[in-house]
């Protein structure tokens, strides 16, 4: 979720590494930053302080108190952060996640017949699998509809991101975030596609599954239920349209600042560093303001890029190499180094 269920391309594929080992910790200087001169580290802070108020550390507590002081951006990330490598044995590996918007309608008719669902209310949201409930309708008559969409694939991919803005007739909107889900196993359609021979692994991406199953409406249908994991929705009215939608720190996330991570690993509302490879490389303070059901590991991240199409062709391209650096107040990143476990 944008949240809880990140929701990228790359979620689609599955494609998650082999087993890892314990996390290493390297202390770097800032000049080992490819490019740190060059960023708009007052970017950077402003975002960093919409969410450093809500890290549950003293340590934390006292450094961002300070930041909304507005001091010198590069001078306070230099003077009290540590960067600090940290690896389990796997290589970098980047993708991006969008906040979709979809054109959509509060009453069902011949044109939209695909129901976003809220989450039950009696706990049998786990009783089902994805086909049974859209094939079967369990929860049909419930009165458990948020809108209803057009297309089954924007609804399957909707899921996949977790969040999304549903555009209305009369051009209101509302925006819808992750609620809970049916506790099955995520399935990799990216994957079955790939070991069935229809595409490479390099091939197969999220503009690709959804062309091949609009071509391919039976078998992309069965495609589709092979995933048993559904995802059920909430309305969020207290996000105005223009902020983007809510990260795993319940704040709004920010397009090209804000990443998710690990949370095992990477500490929730810290900055981390990025140096992305690929034919948009990227080198940028980010916030960790989210998770991912497929971001797991030390060198795993999600890039948000925003809301609407255009961010969603930018990040569905995104499979990138590189590194990540995690910057630790000082104090916290020794005590971290010499004892991870207590962190």
Same mark, same amino acid.
């Given at each position: 979720?944008?949240?809880?269920?990140?929701?990228?391309?790359?979620?689609?594929?599955?494609?998650?590494?082999?087993?890892?080992?314990?996390?290493?910790?390297?202390?770097?200087?800032?000049?080992?930053?490819?490019?740190?001169?060059?960023?708009?580290?007052?970017?950077?802070?402003?975002?960093?302080?919409?969410?450093?108020?809500?890290?549950?550390?003293?340590?934390?507590?006292?450094?961002?108190?300070?930041?909304?002081?507005?001091?010198?951006?590069?001078?306070?990330?230099?003077?009290?952060?540590?960067?600090?490598?940290?690896?389990?044995?796997?290589?970098?590996?980047?993708?991006?996640?969008?906040?979709?918007?979809?054109?959509?309608?509060?009453?069902?008719?011949?044109?939209?017949?695909?129901?976003?669902?809220?989450?039950?209310?009696?706990?049998?949201?786990?009783?089902?699998?994805?086909?049974?409930?859209?094939?079967?309708?369990?929860?049909?008559?419930?009165?458990?509809?948020?809108?209803?969409?057009?297309?089954?694939?924007?609804?399957?991919?909707?899921?996949?991101?977790?969040?999304?803005?549903?555009?209305?007739?009369?051009?209101?909107?509302?925006?819808?975030?992750?609620?809970? &889900? *049916? %506790?099955? @196993?995520?399935?990799?359609?990216?994957?079955?596609?790939? +070991?069935? #021979?229809?595409?490479?692994?390099?091939?197969?991406?999220?503009?690709?599954?959804?062309?091949?199953?609009?071509?391919?409406?039976?078998?992309?249908?069965?495609?589709?239920?092979?995933?048993?994991?559904?995802?059920?929705?909430?309305?969020?009215?207290?996000?105005?349209?223009?902020?983007?939608?809510?990260?795993?720190?319940?704040?709004?996330?920010?397009?090209?600042?804000?990443?998710?991570?690990?949370?095992?690993?990477?500490?929730?509302?810290?900055?981390?560093?990025?140096? &992305? *490879? %690929?034919? @948009?490389?990227?080198?940028?303070?980010?916030?960790?303001? +989210?998770? #991912?059901?497929?971001?797991?590991?030390?060198?795993?991240?999600?890039?948000?890029?925003?809301?609407?199409?255009?961010?969603?062709?930018?990040?569905?391209?995104?499979?990138?190499?590189?590194?990540?650096?995690?910057?630790?107040?000082?104090?916290?990143?020794?005590?971290?180094?010499?004892?991870?476990?207590?962190?």
């Amino acid at each position: 979720m944008i949240g809880q269920l990140t929701r990228t391309a790359f979620v689609a594929l599955g494609l998650t590494g082999a087993a890892v080992a314990e996390p290493s910790y390297t202390f770097l200087t800032f000049d080992d930053l490819d490019g740190w001169a060059e960023d708009d580290h007052e970017a950077a802070l402003d975002v960093f302080t919409q969410t450093c108020g809500d890290i549950p550390r003293p340590e934390w507590a006292q450094l961002c108190a300070y930041a909304k002081d507005g001091p010198a951006a590069r001078d306070f990330f230099e003077t009290f952060f540590q960067p600090v490598l940290i690896e389990d044995g796997q290589p970098m590996l980047f993708t991006g996640y969008y906040e979709p918007e979809i054109a959509g309608s509060l009453v069902p008719d011949e044109t939209y017949r695909f129901p976003i669902y809220r989450l039950p209310d009696d706990d049998t949201e786990g009783v089902f699998s994805r086909r049974e409930i859209e094939e079967d309708l369990p929860f049909a008559k419930r009165e458990m509809e948020i809108a209803w969409l057009s297309d089954p694939v924007d609804l399957f991919f909707l899921q996949v991101q977790g969040s999304g803005r549903i555009s209305l007739p009369g051009g209101h909107v509302i925006r819808v975030g992750y609620a809970g &889900k *049916n %506790g099955r @196993d995520y399935t990799s359609v990216g994957r079955a596609l790939v +070991d069935r #021979g229809v595409f490479t692994l390099d091939q197969v991406s999220s503009p690709v599954i959804r062309q091949w199953v609009k071509e391919n409406p039976e078998e992309g249908q069965s495609l589709l239920w092979l995933n048993d994991s559904y995802v059920f929705f909430r309305t969020i009215d207290e996000v105005p349209a223009e902020k983007g939608p809510l990260g795993a720190m319940n704040r709004s996330i920010t397009p090209l600042r804000s990443i998710a991570v690990d949370p095992a690993i990477t500490l929730l509302g810290a900055p981390v560093w990025i140096e &992305k *490879n %690929g034919v @948009d490389p990227m080198r940028r303070l980010m916030v960790a303001q +989210d998770t #991912g059901s497929a971001i797991k590991g030390a060198q795993r991240a999600d890039v948000y890029y925003g809301t609407g199409d255009a961010a969603g062709a930018a990040a569905g391209a995104v499979k990138d190499t590189g590194r990540m650096i995690v910057l630790m107040p000082v104090a916290y990143a020794v005590a971290k180094v010499s004892d991870p476990l207590e962190f």
